[in-house]
């Protein structure tokens, strides 16, 4: 099969999970607008998350893994994912299925114009707490990094592989996707998508890692822009 996209999912001590997660992509690669695989990370999960994914991948050949040795955290699974990435172009999901795989093909659409497409989540299903610490962790890095991005922890995104691969990742740097494919002098837009309540498991993300947490990557970002390397070669043999 000639993949042409390849949507990452993350995922940690998601058991409860998965198997929608299986029932979702597998529907949404019948629909897809590109030809679609999925590459589940497994984070080091100490539930029964990595039996289920060795029975869906078994079952489904559009479906395989990477299982980390120990929990290294979200940006170190997304980066993963980057890494082991061979189509043109790559995405992610979260595994909670906050958002929907078939919203894919709105980011899609976009994606030959720009380098990276993110979904903004419209109508939050979320607590109070967590809506109003994410709006103002957002302003706080619109602030730092001039993104013009409104909801950079949206976990629906799609990305120029080429562009993924360059990305010099650091924990919490998840949150500045868009900010990191502008240093590369890519294109960026934020398309409306949908956005449901968790039905299963666990948020893994509290007050500090919404808010206190992106405000202190904010300023790793910054170091990270100073000291950016970026070229094109004009010419080779």
Request: include cysteine; proline fraction near 3%.
């Amino acid at each position: 099969m000639n993949y042409q996209f390849t949507i990452v999912v993350p995922v940690y001590n998601e058991e409860d999970n998965l198997l929608r997660v299986e029932k979702e992509l597998l529907a949404y690669t019948k629909i897809a607008t590109k030809v679609t695989k999925i590459l589940f990370v497994n984070d080091g999960s100490k539930d029964k998350s990595q039996d289920l994914i060795e029975a869906i991948c078994s079952r489904n050949e559009q479906f395989d893994y990477i299982l980390f040795k120990e929990n290294r955290g979200l940006s170190a699974a997304i980066k993963a994912g980057f890494d082991y990435t061979t189509t043109e172009l790559v995405g992610y999901i979260d595994s909670d299925l906050q958002t929907a795989p078939e919203d894919f093909n709105l980011l899609l659409a976009h994606i030959g114009e720009f380098d990276l497409v993110t979904g903004v989540r419209s109508n939050r299903k979320d607590s109070f707490v967590k809506n109003m610490s994410s709006k103002i962790a957002n302003g706080i890095r619109r602030a730092f990094t001039k993104d013009g991005m409104d909801d950079t922890g949206c976990p629906l995104k799609v990305i120029k592989t080429d562009y993924a691969k360059r990305i010099p990742m650091f924990k919490g740097l998840h949150r500045f996707l868009p900010a990191m494919i502008m240093l590369q002098n890519g294109k960026t837009k934020q398309i409306p998508v949908q956005h449901f309540p968790r039905v299963a498991g666990e948020a893994k993300f509290g007050l500090w890692n919404r808010l206190l947490g992106p405000l202190m990557d904010c300023f790793a970002y910054l170091w990270m822009k100073k000291k950016y390397i970026n070229y094109e070669v004009a010419k080779q043999k």
